[in-house]
């Protein structure tokens, strides 16, 4: 019970040797089967039954072990056998149960499941209450379905808060008990006490697969991937062979968008129960989202022939769809799951939720108020109504392709602005992409992210990084103004990106790859914020980790490592950038026809690209080399303490880069004359070196020699024009000069060589506006705004700068970009009126001030 198999099977071994008691070989069954030694668990049975033959818990023992690897008639057979020894036998009952479950007889697995209900109440009124464990846990499992069949909610408590607790009394250490209390709430997607009754399992036993992988459920919830699959990892350590630890880390898998990773794991876990209906509905689910649907109807039929009520199944197959967004199939499944079996709650839940996440609000409230009736515990729903109770009172505007509702008092300004930025993106993306949606896009802006976290994932803790989401039908936002503050970002540029998902999962029918669409979208934003991740694809392309169709997809949902994150959405648009620069526009149009068909990358690569997936990767590494040649060229020196250079220049003296670097410690360690000796020994070898030219440039600005220093510095650019540790160095000399013009000179000479490696816009702008250039400073300034196109105080200064110059339309352009990180900017405003003002605009301008009355 506390997980230490080795010890206790040791232990059974030598009981089973000299007593030969029924109790060590069934001691041995239960260490092996909890280590996935499932053969060597049932040879542990089948000689204590030679041992003590027809031993009634041997045989319900061994009925357990055959029942969890589908072997039901052999299961059932020895079930009987052990009813007739003992006819009030818990186990042996307990599995004849399953079957009938499992089978389809729903109304012969009621009667079981009724007999363990009496059984208990029965023991309770004579005064003889059951107080083993096992037993105990097997009344509440029982109760579980009963009370789900009968829709008596009152007992799910009472088993959670009475029935597991006095399991618990006399055997501390029965985590079952514990488990079963997380599994039970888990399913009500009451995650914090799920996770609590998980952990007290695991306080008992380390080594419980069962918790683990609850823990495991939790994380996945919650879209922490790297978490759900340490603990799948975890419990497949302990038991490479548990099934649910398998559809753990295959669930993983799947979301990650790795759809052959996920079948490896189902097919382990199938030849160890191939009647788990679980694990079948996802094998199914892969089919369809392959569009095999041949192949999915082939693993329907696989079902109907052992269960003829195949509820469960059609309630798995519907949530794997249904979160995959392949609504219309996940409907008939929830619908189907409920005509088969009506009492079980979940596929109302699932076909409630589907509407909801579709934004077909009036039928989602009607679906999701006959789930909570059905099952008043699910948090999911009860938090999806909670979200459509208070959209209820938000206001609601229309246009001609969308729907946007938002909060009257907190968003009405932002509401009239976004649906301006809606309609001119929707005309844009109409016409790149030859589609439109065939309804009206639903679009909300939250006003408190709570609820915003509840409409994207029906549970809170949605990451505060997230300013956006799109399901296709429905793009929600939080408010800029969420929950009384005021967040500074581009609400227009997510608008952008979120809207581009919309036409490109709805043209595809949500089939394409999350690389592709989060590639497009970013594309869409006309922005450059993620070119700051440059150098960490330069030092991962030449550590031979850069991403790749295999591991990209995974990389967007890995929350906890964000420079994963920034460099998966990078490269996501660089692929995009590949595929148009090797096959032009038309073969993104012709990628995305494919990938509408269920056609796989490499399918789809052939078909629109007449390219293999091989050579597809080959000439995007080349391209991701060019890129890096563009941007980042230099790899910056590996810090390094200064015990540690003087060390390594000890060991390599003639190291011109090592002594070039610690000049540069001793310089900043006020010893000059130290450096200066090793700066001059190294220029002795080679003149024009960087690093070398740069210290000494310091040392002679230090001695007031600035023309020494600019001659230094001008010899080194010579011989290493594109070296930006000169060039930056020297256009500081210049500006510090005052030489304006070579300053910018300078500058503009390392954006061109060396992009990634140094702040030349900030340069460039410092030198501009101190030289009192305002067009040149504008031109700047006007780059910044798309690497930083968060920053209003950027937009600002343009707006200005071109309303100084009288250019009024190019005022209006940036004050209006910075409306569009704060509608309520008085500056902004004021200026976006002057600009109108100055065109004679006089409709626009009318209409702008009636917006803010």
Not at 69 to 96: E, I, M, S, Y
Not at 517 to 538: I, S, Y
Not at 562 to 576: C, E, I, R, S
Not at 786 to 792: E, T
Request: glycine letters at 6%.
């Amino acid at each position: 019970m506390r997980g230490n198999y080795a010890e206790a099977l040791a232990g059974y071994d030598d009981l089973a040797r000299s007593e030969k008691l029924p109790l060590a070989f069934l001691g041995q069954s239960a260490c092996l089967r909890a280590q996935g030694e499932y053969a060597k668990a049932r040879d542990a049975l089948d000689t204590g039954l030679k041992a003590h033959p027809g031993h009634p818990d041997l045989l319900a023992a061994r009925a357990d072990l055959l029942f969890a690897q589908g072997k039901w008639d052999d299961a059932t057979h020895d079930a009987n056998d052990a009813l007739k020894k003992d006819g009030d036998h818990f186990l042996a009952r307990w599995v004849r149960a399953r079957v009938l479950r499992d089978g389809g007889d729903l109304s012969g697995a009621d009667t079981e499941m009724r007999w363990f209900v009496k059984a208990y109440t029965d023991a309770a009124a004579a005064g003889k209450e059951i107080t083993d464990p096992d037993k105990l846990l097997i009344v509440a499992q029982a109760g579980i379905e009963n009370a789900t069949t009968h829709a008596k909610h009152e007992q799910f408590k009472f088993i959670l808060q009475d029935l597991l607790r006095d399991a618990l009394k006399p055997d501390a250490d029965f985590w079952p008990a514990e488990h079963l209390s997380g599994q039970l709430l888990l399913s009500k997607h009451n995650r914090a006490e799920a996770a609590n009754a998980f952990d007290a399992a695991l306080k008992i036993n380390p080594k419980a697969v069962e918790a683990l992988v609850g823990k495991g459920a939790i994380a996945l919830e919650r879209m922490v991937y790297a978490e759900a699959e340490r603990h799948a990892g975890l419990a497949l350590k302990v038991n490479p062979y548990h099934p649910a630890a398998l559809r753990l880390k295959a669930d993983v898998r799947l979301a990650e968008a790795d759809p052959a990773g996920a079948e490896q794991l189902l097919r382990t876990a199938r030849a160890i129960n191939p009647r788990d209906a679980v694990t079948l509905a996802r094998f199914a689910a892969l089919k369809h989202l392959a569009g095999d649907r041949p192949a999915a109807t082939a693993f329907e039929k696989e079902v109907a022939a052992f269960d003829a009520k195949p509820a469960t199944f059609y309630l798995e197959l519907g949530n794997i769809l249904s979160d995959a967004r392949q609504f219309p199939i996940a409907a008939e499944c929830f619908e189907r799951a409920s005509v088969l079996r009506p009492a079980l709650p979940g596929p109302k839940a699932g076909l409630g939720l589907l509407l909801y996440t579709q934004g077909r609000e009036p039928e989602a409230m009607a679906a999701l108020k006959a789930a909570m009736k059905a099952d008043p515990f699910n948090v999911r729903v009860d938090n999806a109504l909670k979200v459509l109770e208070e959209l209820a009172g938000y206001a609601t505007t229309e246009t001609k392709h969308f729907v946007i509702r938002f909060d009257q008092k907190n968003d009405h300004v932002l509401a009239a602005f976004l649906a301006d930025v809606l309609e001119s993106t929707h005309a844009e993306l109409a016409k790149q992409y030859g589609f439109e949606p065939p309804e009206k896009v639903l679009v909300e802006v939250f006003a408190r992210r709570q609820i915003f976290s509840g409409r994207i994932a029906m549970l809170p803790g949605l990451p505060g990084a997230v300013q956006g989401a799109c399901t296709g039908p429905l793009i929600a936002l939080p408010s800029p103004r969420a929950d009384g503050g005021a967040r500074a970002y581009n609400w227009a540029v997510v608008v952008r990106h979120e809207l581009t998902h919309a036409f490109n999962l709805l043209q595809t029918e949500h089939r394409a790859p999350v690389w592709l669409t989060e590639g497009l979208a970013v594309r869409a934003e006309n922005t450059k914020r993620f070119g700051q991740v440059a150098p960490l694809l330069r030092d991962r392309l030449a550590a031979g980790t850069v991403f790749d169709l295999d591991t990209i997809s995974r990389a967007y949902k890995r929350f906890n490592q964000p420079a994963d994150v920034m460099l998966a959405y990078y490269q996501g648009l660089l692929y995009v950038e590949w595929i148009t620069k090797s096959h032009g526009e038309r073969g993104v149009a012709k990628l995305l026809d494919a990938f509408k068909t269920g056609a796989g990358t490499d399918t789809a690569l052939k078909t629109a690209l007449g390219v293999e997936r091989p050579a597809f990767e080959a000439g995007y590494r080349k391209f991701l080399g060019e890129v890096v040649r563009e941007t980042a060229p230099r790899r910056p020196d590996a810090p390094m303490a200064f015990a540690e250079l003087e060390a390594a220049h000890k060991k390599a003296p003639g190291d011109p880069d090592l002594a070039a670097r610690l000049a540069g410690e001793y310089l900043r360690r006020d010893r000059a004359n130290d450096a200066k000796a090793l700066v001059e020994a190294v220029r002795a070898n080679e003149k024009g070196h960087p690093g070398a030219a740069v210290v000494l440039a310091r040392i002679l600005k230090r001695a007031k020699d600035d023309a020494g220093a600019r001659a230094v510095l001008e010899d080194a650019a010579g011989a290493h024009p594109g070296d930006s540790r000169v060039l930056l160095e020297l256009g500081k000399l210049h500006f510090e000069q005052k030489d304006y013009d070579r300053a910018a000179a300078r500058y503009e000479q390392g954006r061109t060589a060396a992009p990634g490696e140094a702040d030349w816009l900030d340069q460039l702008a410092r030198v501009y506006e101190v030289a009192k250039k305002p067009d040149q400073l504008a031109a700047v300034l006007a780059e910044q705004t798309v690497v930083n196109p968060d920053d209003i105080q950027l937009c600002l200064r343009l707006a200005k700068l071109h309303a100084n110059a009288n250019r009024p339309a190019d005022a209006e352009r940036f004050a209006l970009r910075a409306l569009h990180i704060d509608v309520l900017n008085a500056d902004a405003k004021q200026l976006l009126y002057a600009a109108l003002e100055s065109q004679k605009k006089i409709q626009e301008l009318d209409a702008l001030r009636k917006r803010y009355q």
